[in-house]
């Protein structure tokens, strides 16, 4: 990877996070904003060492927290653990294709949506933990990867990388 | 990797006046860009909403805040005529709410004034329908609140007549749209009707007196150490607030009443005709019936 498609890459994943923040914050879209930050920290871990990825995940975790009053920490747990993880599927699973990065986002969010709700739970609300993963975090995590595979073709056609 | 993880955690386990202070130091720094041009956004978008529901909620706000001054102001005249010394009144600003959508913002919201603008921690939260919540934490020009529908959130509450007396707490219903409020700790022998409205009952130091919090409709379950559980119809749902009044100088000890800023009467449709049965966590809690 050239140093300019690191940059531009950079770009898009600051994009996303500016995006995330502004739609909920600034417009008030709540629930109807698909989760770009985890997105971002999927997409930056595929091209990321898994210090650099936990790093970023730890960060924008961190971000997301500071506006919970409900379950500070958990998010930064969860992005945290997903970036890791993330730049570690790497060795297992290797692909470009916008099928496979569809799916890796799908499967990405709904491991980090398992992950917060279980540390959050153990907080003593896994009255409502399992309904929402096993019912609203695979729609969020459909949700998600579509917007995070409109990102990157979005991203490849102004680039032009394939 | 681990060293990060074991630090997150720790965050998550840190109790809440630690973790307090790290939110506000991320809110003033990274997120303070954003929040400062929701502040901007918010006043622009208040610009261009329809004018007619914009004068209706000002004026219903209005109208509030001056049945309250003129409390006040006889409140003052009482106390003087009988020699008692004055004492803070409380008084309100309104405020924008703004819903985050994220999944730890759950039942909290976004408030567009904050310390400088006399908001501080405990602070109640109404619209011109009853009690929305209470704030708990403050920046310097916003302030975070959780609404009632907050597994925490806890209030004082009476009836209107004053005769029953307990604490309403709020009860998850299968969708959030579901979600009610029940008020705990009755005593056996009561007997609150459907309908009857419960207001805050001043006690606890946190809520003035005389604030709508929800109308009766009918027993959530009795209790095995003699007391009873009223499940309420919320005067508010927390979903349809966007504009609020936040009190800037309730007194200490929430003393202010402020029984006579609200009809008196229940809204009539405030009794579930179909019965306690229909309401979704009532079935979850072991069935409600009516009294």
Known sequence: MTVARGWSYGVLIALLVVIYFGLHLVLGLGDAVPDLLTVAVLLAARRLGGSAAAILGFGLGLLRDSLSLVAFGADTVALTLVGFLGSRSRDLFIGDSLGFVGAYLFIGKWLHDAVYHVVAASGGRWETATSRLLIEAPLASLYAAAAGVVALLLYRLVTGER | ?291
């Open chain 2, 1 to 291: 990797m681990a060293g990060l993880l074991l630090l997150a955690l720790v965050l998550f386990m840190l109790p809440g006046a630690y973790q307090a202070p790290l939110r506000r130091v991320v809110r003033g720094t990274a997120l303070r860009p954003f929040l400062t041009v929701q502040r901007q956004v918010a006043e622009r978008r208040s610009w261009s909403l329809d004018v007619a529901e914009l004068r209706a909620k000002h004026d219903s706000l209005a109208a509030v805040a001056a049945a309250q001054m003129t409390l006040a102001e006889e409140n003052r005249r009482l106390r003087a005529l009988l020699g008692l010394r004055s004492r803070a009144e409380a008084s309100f600003r309104a405020a924008e709410v703004l819903r985050l959508g994220i999944a730890g913002a759950e039942s909290t919201f976004l408030l567009d004034i904050g310390s400088a603008d006399g908001v501080r921690i405990g602070s109640p939260v109404l619209s011109t329908d009853g009690l929305v919540g209470v704030v708990w934490e403050v920046d310097e020009r916003s302030s975070q609140a959780i609404d009632w529908t907050h597994p925490e959130f806890r209030v004082s509450a009476m009836t209107m007549d004053g005769s029953v007396y307990g604490l309403v707490e709020p009860r998850r219903g299968e969708f959030r749209e579901e979600d009610l409020l029940v008020l705990t700790g009755a005593a056996f022998h009561s007997d609150i009707q459907p309908g009857t409205r419960i207001v805050t009952s001043g006690t606890g130091g946190i809520y003035p007196r005389g604030i709508p919090i929800g109308t009766v409709i009918g027993i959530e379950e009795a209790d095995t150490g003699w007391r009873k559980s009223y499940l309420l119809r919320p005067a508010v749902r927390p979903e349809a607030a966007t504009h609020v009044l936040v009190g800037v100088r309730v007194d200490e000890g929430g003393e202010g009443d402020l029984t006579s800023l609200w009809p008196t009467a229940a809204p009539p449709d405030s009794v579930d005709e179909e019965g306690a049965g229909s309401v979704g966590p009532a079935a979850g809690s072991g069935g409600a019936e009516q009294p």
